[in-house]
Nanobody, 125 residues
Framework: QVQLVESGGGLVQAGGSLRLSCAAS????????MGWFRQAPGKEREFVAG????????QYADSVKGRFTISRDNAENTAYLQMYSLKPEDTAVYYC??????????????????WGQGTQVTVSS
């Protein structure tokens, strides 16, 4: 099993940038695909970005493609979400997730076995 802790959320103006971090416990971080999801009030949790074990493949939701970049540093047991050109509609609680039973990235919340506690991102107009 693995424990995940997100950090880096905050309040930014539209057009600004923010980098989220997801720190994982243990020595087997490289065995997990990683994903970022977000959930706005009254909305379902939605897929944002995913990355494979070695970082060779990445997947993004259409709403963030070209603005967000997912990455990972397996030596540091950390995944990142770099966000540029933020919009008010990006406001949500952002969660990182991990799974060891998939090789390809997946957008389904039910495919991930481990979740962090979330970090709030608020983008003002």
């Amino acid at each position: 099993q693995v424990q995940l802790v997100e950090s880096g959320g905050g309040l930014v103006q539209a057009g600004g940038s923010l980098r989220l971090s997801c720190a994982a416990s243990g020595r087997t971080f490289s065995r997990y695909i990683m994903g970022w999801f977000r959930q706005a009030p009254g909305k379902e949790r939605e897929f944002v970005a995913g990355i494979t074990r070695s970082g060779g493949s990445r997947q993004y939701a259409d709403s963030v493609k070209g603005r967000f970049t997912i990455s990972r540093d397996n030596a540091e047991n950390t995944a990142y979400l770099q966000m540029y050109s933020l919009k008010p509609e990006d406001t949500a609680v952002y969660y990182c997730a991990a799974d060891s039973l998939h090789l390809a990235t997946t957008t389904k919340t039910t495919d991930y076995d481990y979740w962090g506690q979330g970090t709030q991102v608020t983008v003002s107009s």
